[in-house]
C-alpha cells in the first residue's frame, strides 16, 4: 500500500522550494498606497509615463516593482525597488519587497536583513515578523521560525497563518502535541482553514484516532472535491478497515483526476491483499503504471499477482522492471530468486 498522506508537502517531511514558494506568497499583503484618498495608475504604460517625468519619485518606482514582482520579472523589480529605496529608505512596505524578491532569488540572507530593516522601520509590521517565520521554516530554523510567529502574534493575535505556521514548526520538531493545538487555534480563528484540517487530520492519522476523520471530513466542508482530501481520508478509512468507504473515495478521485496515481495503486492494493482478487488488481496496477511508469511499487505488486495466478512470465517481467527502476529492491529480487531466476 502507498501509505503516504498528502499534505502541503509531498512527502510531509520535507519543505520543498515549490512548497515555500507556494506557502510564502499565499497570504502576502497587498503593498499600502503612499496616499489612500488617491487611487494610482498601475498600468506599465502609466507608470512608465509617470516615472519618465519623475524619474525620482520613489512611490512611483515601488509601484513600478511591485507591478514587476507580480508579473514574475523580478530584475525589473529589484532595479526599480533598489533606487526607491536609494531615495527613500523609511518605507518598510519598500523593504517588504525587496525581502520578498530575495527570497524568490534565494538569497535568503538578503531576505532576512530585508524583513528586518523593515522591522526597525516599523515595529507594528506582523506580516514581516509572519514572513520570516516562513523563511526560517523553510531553512528549519523551527525556533527561530517560533519566535517570529509569536512576535507577529504579539502584535496581532487574530493572524490565523501566525498559529498555523507554529504548528508546522512544532510538527516539523516532533512535538506533535504543541502542534495540534496550535493548529486547532487556527481553526478557531479562521473556521475554514483547509490546510490545517488537514495537518490535523495527518496527524491524528498516524496516531489511528478517529478524530482523523473528523478533519478531513471537514475540511471537504470546505473544499469537496478537493483530491488530497480525498486521498488522505480514503487511506484513512483503508487503513483502519473501511474498506468499501476507502474505495469510495478512491473512485471519486479518480473521477475527477483520472491521473491520480496513488488512488488507481491503492484499489489495486485493496483488491490484491484484502479481497484476493488479483485479475481485478491488475486492472488497477495497470492503471498506476499506464499514468506513471516509474512508479516501482505499481510493477512489483502487479507482477505479484501475475505470479500469485500462475503467470510466471509475466510476473518476472514486472519484477525485472521494477528492478530497472530500483536495482535495490530486495522485495522483487526475493520474487525473482523464489522463480529460480537471477
Known sequence: MRSKLYSLLKPAAKLSMVFMLMFFYACSEKPKEENPQEKPKNSLAQLNEQIAAEPNNAALLFRRATYFFDNNNGKMAYDDVAKAVSIDSTKDDYYMLLANIHFKGLQMQKSIDAFHKAIELNAANSEAHLKLAELHLYLKEYSKSLNEANEALRIDKTIAKGYFIKGFAYKESGDTSKAISSFQTATEVKPDYYDAYIQLG?????????????????????????????????????????????????????????????????????????????????????????????????????????????????????????????????????????????
Request: charged share 25%; proline share 2%; glycine share 2%.
Open 202 to 342: 495527518n496527524i491524528f492519522s498516524a496516531r489511528k484516532h478517529p478524530l482523523a476523520l473528523e478533519y478531513y471530513n471537514n475540511a471537504l466542508k470546505i473544499r469537496p472535491s478537493n483530491t488530497e482530501a480525498l486521498y488522505n481520508r480514503g487511506l484513512f478509512l483503508q487503513n483502519n478497515n473501511q474498506i468499501e468507504l476507502a474505495q469510495n473515495d478512491y473512485n471519486t478521485i479518480l473521477k475527477i483526476d483520472n491521473t491520480y496515481s496513488d488512488a488507481s495503486y491503492n484499489l489495486g492494493y485493496i483488491e490484491m491483499a484484502m479481497k484476493n482478487d488479483y485479475k481485478s488488481a491488475i486492472k488497477y496496477f495497470t492503471d498506476a503504471i499506464r499514468i506513471n511508469s516509474d512508479y516501482v511499487e505499481a510493477w512489483y505488486n502487479r507482477g505479484l499477482c501475475y505470479d500469485y495466478l500462475n503467470d510466471k512470465v509475466s510476473a518476472e517481467k514486472d519484477y525485472r522492471q521494477a528492478l530497472t527502476i530500483v536495482p535495490t529492491y530486495k522485495l522483487a529480487k526475493e520474487r525473482l530468486r523464489k522463480l529460480g531466476r537471477k
